[in-house]
Protein backbone atom coordinates (compact mmCIF):
# COMPACT_ATOMS: atom_id res chain seq x y z
CA UNK A 1 0.00 0.00 0.00
CA UNK A 2 1.24 3.39 -0.92
CA UNK A 3 1.68 6.66 1.51
CA UNK A 4 -1.35 8.39 -0.15
CA UNK A 5 -3.44 5.75 0.45
CA UNK A 6 -2.72 4.98 4.04
CA UNK A 7 -3.32 8.77 4.12
CA UNK A 8 -6.64 8.69 2.31
CA UNK A 9 -7.91 5.22 4.49
CA UNK A 10 -6.87 7.59 7.86
CA UNK A 11 -9.14 10.03 6.87
CA UNK A 12 -11.71 8.09 5.80
CA UNK A 13 -11.57 6.11 9.08
CA UNK A 14 -11.68 9.63 10.82
CA UNK A 15 -14.81 11.10 8.99
CA UNK A 16 -16.47 7.79 9.65
CA UNK A 17 -15.97 7.13 13.24
CA UNK A 18 -15.37 11.05 14.25
CA UNK A 19 -12.02 10.10 15.87
CA UNK A 20 -9.01 11.88 15.20
CA UNK A 21 -6.69 11.17 12.41
CA UNK A 22 -3.07 10.00 13.10
CA UNK A 23 -1.45 13.13 12.35
CA UNK A 24 2.60 11.27 11.67
CA UNK A 25 1.01 10.02 8.66
CA UNK A 26 1.01 13.59 7.29
CA UNK A 27 3.98 15.06 8.87
CA UNK A 28 6.31 14.52 5.91
CA UNK A 29 4.36 15.61 3.09
CA UNK A 30 0.74 15.03 1.30
CA UNK A 31 0.13 14.32 -1.83
CA UNK A 32 -3.48 15.94 -1.46
CA UNK A 33 -4.52 16.14 -5.38
CA UNK A 34 -4.16 12.54 -5.77
CA UNK A 35 -6.12 11.42 -2.16
CA UNK A 36 -8.65 13.74 -3.24
CA UNK A 37 -8.66 12.43 -6.03
CA UNK A 38 -8.92 8.77 -4.85
CA UNK A 39 -12.10 10.23 -2.59
CA UNK A 40 -13.54 11.41 -6.18
CA UNK A 41 -13.13 7.36 -7.43
CA UNK A 42 -14.44 6.02 -4.46
CA UNK A 43 -17.54 8.13 -3.94
CA UNK A 44 -16.55 9.31 -0.57
CA UNK A 45 -15.55 12.70 -0.60
CA UNK A 46 -18.01 14.22 1.84
CA UNK A 47 -16.76 11.38 4.60
CA UNK A 48 -13.10 12.16 3.93
CA UNK A 49 -13.84 15.86 4.23
CA UNK A 50 -14.63 15.13 7.82
CA UNK A 51 -11.86 13.53 8.53
CA UNK A 52 -10.13 16.15 7.08
CA UNK A 53 -11.36 18.50 9.47
CA UNK A 54 -9.85 17.11 12.04
CA UNK A 55 -6.12 17.40 11.08
CA UNK A 56 -4.44 20.76 12.32
CA UNK A 57 -4.95 23.82 10.69
CA UNK A 58 -1.36 23.40 9.27
CA UNK A 59 -1.56 20.02 7.76
CA UNK A 60 -4.95 20.37 5.69
CA UNK A 61 -5.16 21.32 1.96
CA UNK A 62 -3.94 24.33 0.41
CA UNK A 63 -6.76 27.44 0.70
CA UNK A 64 -7.59 26.70 -3.14
CA UNK A 65 -8.37 22.86 -2.88
CA UNK A 66 -10.35 23.42 0.23
CA UNK A 67 -12.51 25.54 -1.25
CA UNK A 68 -13.33 23.56 -4.47
CA UNK A 69 -13.85 20.84 -1.52
CA UNK A 70 -16.72 22.85 -0.34
CA UNK A 71 -18.24 23.29 -3.35
CA UNK A 72 -18.67 19.71 -3.87
CA UNK A 73 -19.80 18.97 -0.04
CA UNK A 74 -22.52 21.83 -1.22
CA UNK A 75 -23.59 19.47 -4.51
CA UNK A 76 -23.54 16.36 -2.10
CA UNK A 77 -25.65 17.79 0.70
CA UNK A 78 -28.10 19.64 -2.20
CA UNK A 79 -28.17 16.10 -3.85
CA UNK A 80 -29.48 14.85 -0.24
CA UNK A 81 -32.41 17.13 -0.57
CA UNK A 82 -33.44 16.41 -4.34
CA UNK A 83 -33.21 12.98 -3.19
CA UNK A 84 -35.13 13.17 -0.27
CA UNK A 85 -38.02 15.19 -2.05
CA UNK A 86 -38.44 12.87 -4.74
CA UNK A 87 -38.36 9.77 -2.60
CA UNK A 88 -41.74 11.60 -0.54
CA UNK A 89 -43.42 12.45 -3.57
CA UNK A 90 -42.98 8.94 -5.45
CA UNK A 91 -43.26 7.07 -2.17
CA UNK A 92 -46.31 9.41 -2.34
CA UNK A 93 -47.77 8.16 -5.61
CA UNK A 94 -47.29 4.68 -5.00
CA UNK A 95 -48.93 4.36 -1.44
CA UNK A 96 -52.23 6.33 -2.69
CA UNK A 97 -52.70 3.47 -5.20
CA UNK A 98 -52.07 0.97 -2.21
CA UNK A 99 -48.26 -0.13 -2.83
CA UNK A 100 -46.27 -0.06 0.08
CA UNK A 101 -42.60 0.08 -1.59
CA UNK A 102 -39.52 -1.52 0.59
CA UNK A 103 -36.55 1.56 0.48
CA UNK A 104 -33.51 -0.63 -0.52
CA UNK A 105 -29.67 1.20 0.17
CA UNK A 106 -29.47 5.04 -0.71
CA UNK A 107 -31.46 7.09 2.17
CA UNK A 108 -31.93 4.13 4.14
CA UNK A 109 -28.31 3.42 4.95
CA UNK A 110 -27.22 7.01 4.83
CA UNK A 111 -29.00 7.11 8.60
CA UNK A 112 -26.05 5.23 9.81
CA UNK A 113 -23.44 7.60 9.22
CA UNK A 114 -22.36 10.68 11.42
CA UNK A 115 -23.82 12.98 8.92
CA UNK A 116 -26.19 11.36 6.44
CA UNK A 117 -26.09 14.21 4.25
CA UNK A 118 -22.30 13.98 3.76
CA UNK A 119 -22.70 10.76 2.14
CA UNK A 120 -22.75 10.83 -1.49
CA UNK A 121 -26.09 9.49 -3.12
CA UNK A 122 -27.07 7.78 -6.25
CA UNK A 123 -30.44 6.74 -7.04
CA UNK A 124 -33.57 5.69 -5.43
CA UNK A 125 -34.20 1.92 -5.28
CA UNK A 126 -37.70 0.56 -4.48
CA UNK A 127 -38.77 -3.01 -3.73
CA UNK A 128 -42.39 -3.65 -4.50
CA UNK A 129 -42.36 -7.36 -5.19
CA UNK A 130 -43.78 -9.45 -8.59
CA UNK A 131 -47.38 -8.49 -7.37
CA UNK A 132 -47.02 -4.74 -7.35
CA UNK A 133 -44.40 -4.52 -10.17
CA UNK A 134 -45.97 -4.03 -13.41
CA UNK A 135 -48.45 -1.59 -11.77
CA UNK A 136 -45.98 0.42 -10.04
CA UNK A 137 -44.00 0.71 -12.73
CA UNK A 138 -47.51 2.17 -14.61
CA UNK A 139 -47.74 4.19 -11.92
CA UNK A 140 -44.54 6.20 -12.27
CA UNK A 141 -44.79 6.51 -15.88
CA UNK A 142 -48.19 8.25 -15.64
CA UNK A 143 -46.76 10.62 -12.90
CA UNK A 144 -43.62 12.50 -14.36
CA UNK A 145 -41.36 9.48 -14.83
CA UNK A 146 -39.19 9.03 -18.16
CA UNK A 147 -38.27 5.09 -18.21
CA UNK A 148 -34.75 4.46 -19.30
CA UNK A 149 -35.08 1.98 -22.25
CA UNK A 150 -31.75 0.54 -22.01
CA UNK A 151 -32.76 -1.59 -18.35
CA UNK A 152 -36.70 -2.53 -20.04
CA UNK A 153 -34.91 -5.91 -20.17
CA UNK A 154 -33.32 -6.12 -16.71
CA UNK A 155 -34.27 -9.45 -14.90
CA UNK A 156 -34.61 -7.59 -11.77
CA UNK A 157 -35.81 -3.98 -12.31
CA UNK A 158 -36.41 -1.26 -14.77
CA UNK A 159 -35.08 2.47 -14.46
CA UNK A 160 -37.09 5.29 -14.16
CA UNK A 161 -35.95 9.42 -14.42
CA UNK A 162 -38.17 11.64 -12.32
CA UNK A 163 -37.33 15.11 -11.88
CA UNK A 164 -34.28 14.40 -12.82
CA UNK A 165 -33.55 11.81 -10.26
CA UNK A 166 -33.11 7.94 -10.94
CA UNK A 167 -35.86 5.53 -9.46
CA UNK A 168 -35.46 1.87 -9.71
CA UNK A 169 -38.24 -0.16 -9.28
CA UNK A 170 -37.92 -3.56 -8.15
CA UNK A 171 -39.97 -6.75 -8.66
CA UNK A 172 -36.61 -8.40 -7.25
CA UNK A 173 -34.31 -6.91 -4.27
CA UNK A 174 -31.04 -8.75 -5.87
CA UNK A 175 -30.06 -10.99 -8.70
CA UNK A 176 -27.41 -13.19 -8.81
CA UNK A 177 -25.55 -14.77 -11.62
CA UNK A 178 -25.61 -18.30 -10.73
CA UNK A 179 -29.12 -19.95 -11.25
CA UNK A 180 -28.70 -22.65 -8.32
CA UNK A 181 -27.84 -19.72 -5.85
CA UNK A 182 -30.25 -17.19 -7.04
CA UNK A 183 -32.84 -19.17 -6.73
CA UNK A 184 -31.75 -19.49 -3.31
CA UNK A 185 -31.34 -16.03 -2.94
CA UNK A 186 -35.06 -15.35 -4.06
CA UNK A 187 -36.53 -17.80 -1.46
CA UNK A 188 -34.30 -15.85 1.27
CA UNK A 189 -35.31 -12.76 -0.06
CA UNK A 190 -39.09 -13.89 0.01
CA UNK A 191 -38.96 -14.64 3.30
CA UNK A 192 -37.34 -11.43 4.96
CA UNK A 193 -39.59 -9.05 2.58
CA UNK A 194 -42.98 -10.16 3.37
CA UNK A 195 -44.93 -7.04 4.13
CA UNK A 196 -45.25 -8.10 7.98
CA UNK A 197 -41.59 -8.90 8.20
CA UNK A 198 -40.44 -5.43 7.01
CA UNK A 199 -40.87 -2.25 9.32
CA UNK A 200 -41.54 1.28 9.17
CA UNK A 201 -39.75 4.38 9.85
CA UNK A 202 -39.74 8.21 9.32
CA UNK A 203 -36.73 9.53 6.89
CA UNK A 204 -37.04 13.16 6.72
CA UNK A 205 -40.72 13.78 7.42
CA UNK A 206 -41.65 10.82 5.34
CA UNK A 207 -43.34 7.29 6.35
CA UNK A 208 -41.24 4.57 4.35
CA UNK A 209 -40.92 1.05 4.83
CA UNK A 210 -36.92 -0.70 5.50
CA UNK A 211 -35.98 -3.95 5.64
CA UNK A 212 -35.53 -6.54 8.12
CA UNK A 213 -31.84 -5.81 9.81
CA UNK A 214 -30.94 -9.49 8.63
CA UNK A 215 -32.34 -9.16 5.38
CA UNK A 216 -30.13 -5.51 5.07
CA UNK A 217 -27.08 -7.42 6.61
CA UNK A 218 -27.08 -9.78 3.91
CA UNK A 219 -28.35 -7.97 1.02
CA UNK A 220 -25.93 -4.68 1.14
CA UNK A 221 -22.84 -7.29 0.94
CA UNK A 222 -24.56 -9.33 -1.83
CA UNK A 223 -24.99 -5.47 -3.71
CA UNK A 224 -21.74 -4.71 -3.65
CA UNK A 225 -19.80 -8.50 -4.59
CA UNK A 226 -22.41 -8.66 -7.26
CA UNK A 227 -21.02 -5.48 -8.69
CA UNK A 228 -17.17 -6.05 -7.74
CA UNK A 229 -17.05 -9.46 -9.78
CA UNK A 230 -18.36 -7.97 -12.43
CA UNK A 231 -17.04 -5.12 -12.92
CA UNK A 232 -15.20 -3.72 -9.95
CA UNK A 233 -16.70 -1.23 -7.18
CA UNK A 234 -15.75 1.31 -4.32
CA UNK A 235 -15.22 2.11 -0.95
CA UNK A 236 -18.87 3.93 -0.26
CA UNK A 237 -20.26 1.00 -0.76
CA UNK A 238 -18.72 -1.20 1.83
CA UNK A 239 -18.70 1.54 3.89
CA UNK A 240 -22.02 1.56 3.66
CA UNK A 241 -22.07 -2.60 5.07
CA UNK A 242 -19.37 -1.21 7.35
CA UNK A 243 -21.35 0.90 9.32
CA UNK A 244 -24.75 -0.87 9.17
CA UNK A 245 -23.50 -4.08 10.65
CA UNK A 246 -22.13 -1.35 13.50
CA UNK A 247 -25.07 0.41 13.64
CA UNK A 248 -27.32 -2.57 14.42
CA UNK A 249 -24.47 -5.13 16.06
CA UNK A 250 -27.25 -5.72 18.73
CA UNK A 251 -30.22 -6.39 16.45
CA UNK A 252 -28.52 -9.03 13.89
CA UNK A 253 -29.03 -12.41 14.55
CA UNK A 254 -25.33 -13.82 14.00
CA UNK A 255 -25.99 -17.99 13.61
CA UNK A 256 -28.94 -17.19 10.89
CA UNK A 257 -26.87 -14.63 9.18
CA UNK A 258 -24.06 -16.78 8.50
CA UNK A 259 -25.75 -19.81 7.87
CA UNK A 260 -27.44 -17.69 4.63
CA UNK A 261 -23.66 -16.68 3.96
CA UNK A 262 -23.13 -20.53 3.33
CA UNK A 263 -26.33 -21.18 1.86
CA UNK A 264 -25.14 -18.68 -0.86
CA UNK A 265 -21.20 -19.83 -1.14
CA UNK A 266 -20.50 -16.57 -0.63
CA UNK A 267 -18.40 -17.39 2.88
CA UNK A 268 -15.13 -16.92 1.31
CA UNK A 269 -16.12 -13.04 0.03
CA UNK A 270 -17.77 -12.49 3.16
CA UNK A 271 -14.46 -13.16 5.41
CA UNK A 272 -12.24 -11.40 3.20
CA UNK A 273 -14.42 -8.33 2.83
CA UNK A 274 -14.54 -8.64 7.07
CA UNK A 275 -11.01 -8.13 6.74
CA UNK A 276 -11.50 -5.04 4.81
CA UNK A 277 -14.05 -3.73 7.23
CA UNK A 278 -11.94 -4.58 10.29
CA UNK A 279 -8.64 -3.95 9.65
CA UNK A 280 -9.37 -1.00 6.97
CA UNK A 281 -12.42 0.81 7.84
CA UNK A 282 -12.29 0.56 11.49
CA UNK A 283 -14.96 -1.59 12.49
CA UNK A 284 -14.27 -3.59 16.16
CA UNK A 285 -13.66 -7.33 15.12
CA UNK A 286 -16.18 -8.65 17.65
CA UNK A 287 -18.92 -6.52 15.55
CA UNK A 288 -18.17 -8.46 12.79
CA UNK A 289 -20.07 -11.72 12.56
CA UNK A 290 -17.40 -14.39 11.42
CA UNK A 291 -14.66 -12.37 11.88
CA UNK A 292 -11.59 -14.44 10.48
CA UNK A 293 -8.53 -12.82 10.38
CA UNK A 294 -6.16 -15.35 8.60
CA UNK A 295 -8.05 -13.63 5.42
CA UNK A 296 -6.09 -10.31 6.09
CA UNK A 297 -3.59 -11.09 3.26
CA UNK A 298 -6.52 -11.60 0.56
CA UNK A 299 -8.07 -8.27 1.98
CA UNK A 300 -4.38 -6.76 0.55
CA UNK A 301 -5.38 -7.93 -2.56
CA UNK A 302 -8.80 -7.26 -2.74
CA UNK A 303 -8.44 -3.69 -1.38
CA UNK A 304 -5.76 -3.19 -4.42
CA UNK A 305 -8.43 -3.57 -6.79
CA UNK A 306 -11.16 -1.60 -5.16
CA UNK A 307 -8.43 1.42 -5.97
CA UNK A 308 -7.36 0.14 -8.91
CA UNK A 309 -11.85 -0.41 -10.28
CA UNK A 310 -13.31 2.58 -8.83
CA UNK A 311 -17.12 3.15 -8.02
CA UNK A 312 -18.65 0.35 -9.71
CA UNK A 313 -15.55 -0.17 -11.82
CA UNK A 314 -15.09 3.50 -13.68
CA UNK A 315 -11.30 2.98 -13.17
CA UNK A 316 -11.21 -0.16 -14.93
CA UNK A 317 -10.02 -0.78 -18.57
CA UNK A 318 -13.57 -2.01 -19.96
CA UNK A 319 -14.96 1.27 -18.91
CA UNK A 320 -13.59 3.15 -21.47
CA UNK A 321 -15.50 3.64 -24.87
CA UNK A 322 -12.63 5.18 -26.73
CA UNK A 323 -11.12 1.83 -27.68
CA UNK A 324 -14.79 0.19 -28.33
CA UNK A 325 -15.06 -1.10 -31.58
CA UNK A 326 -17.97 0.45 -33.80
CA UNK A 327 -20.83 -2.15 -34.34
CA UNK A 328 -22.77 -4.49 -31.99
CA UNK A 329 -21.70 -7.82 -32.19
CA UNK A 330 -17.95 -6.17 -32.22
CA UNK A 331 -18.71 -4.09 -29.11
CA UNK A 332 -19.53 -6.98 -27.67
CA UNK A 333 -16.96 -9.15 -28.24
CA UNK A 334 -14.59 -6.25 -26.96
CA UNK A 335 -16.76 -6.00 -23.74
CA UNK A 336 -16.45 -9.62 -22.61
CA UNK A 337 -12.50 -9.34 -23.87
CA UNK A 338 -12.06 -6.88 -21.12
CA UNK A 339 -14.36 -8.59 -18.70
CA UNK A 340 -12.32 -11.44 -18.95
CA UNK A 341 -9.37 -9.70 -17.75
CA UNK A 342 -10.90 -8.24 -14.84
CA UNK A 343 -11.95 -11.93 -13.91
CA UNK A 344 -8.23 -12.94 -13.90
CA UNK A 345 -7.90 -10.11 -11.43
CA UNK A 346 -10.60 -11.37 -9.06
CA UNK A 347 -9.79 -15.17 -9.60
CA UNK A 348 -7.52 -15.30 -6.89
CA UNK A 349 -10.02 -14.51 -3.90
CA UNK A 350 -12.44 -17.29 -4.82
CA UNK A 351 -11.65 -19.73 -7.48
CA UNK A 352 -14.92 -21.95 -7.29
CA UNK A 353 -16.93 -19.28 -7.44
CA UNK A 354 -15.83 -17.50 -10.22
CA UNK A 355 -15.29 -20.52 -12.60
CA UNK A 356 -19.53 -20.93 -12.09
CA UNK A 357 -19.96 -16.93 -12.24
CA UNK A 358 -17.50 -17.10 -15.54
CA UNK A 359 -19.54 -19.85 -17.18
CA UNK A 360 -22.98 -18.75 -16.50
CA UNK A 361 -22.15 -15.13 -17.28
CA UNK A 362 -20.63 -16.10 -20.64
CA UNK A 363 -23.51 -18.58 -21.71
CA UNK A 364 -26.61 -15.29 -20.61
CA UNK A 365 -24.14 -12.70 -22.79
CA UNK A 366 -24.18 -15.41 -25.50
CA UNK A 367 -27.90 -15.87 -25.21
CA UNK A 368 -28.43 -11.88 -25.64
CA UNK A 369 -26.23 -11.41 -28.21
CA UNK A 370 -28.42 -14.13 -30.14
CA UNK A 371 -31.60 -12.80 -29.60
CA UNK A 372 -30.40 -8.80 -30.79
CA UNK A 373 -32.24 -7.55 -33.36
Known amino acids: MTKTEEQFLSLLRAGLWGKAVDERLFQDGVDWPAILSLAREQTVVGVLSDGIGSLPLS ?20 GHTVLNHVLKEVYGELSYAGIRPVLLKGQGVAQNYLYPEQRQCGDIDLYVGVRYYDLACKILSGCGGIENVTMNKHPSHRQFCY ?12 CLTIPRIDKRLQVI ?15 QGTDI ?20 IQEGVGLRQVCDWTLYLHAHVDDIDRERLLCEVDLLGMRRFWEIFGCIAVYYLGLPPEEFPGFFKERKKLSQYLLSLIFKSGNFGQCTYFRSQSFRPKGYYLGKLHGMKQRFRWWLSVFPLNPSLLIRWVIYSFLYSLKVALLHR
Open 163 to 174: SGVDVEIHRKAC
Open 59 to 78: MRPPTSMVRDLQKELIRIRH
Open 189 to 203: SDIYLREEACSGEKL
Open 209 to 228: ILPPVNFDALFLFLHFVRHF
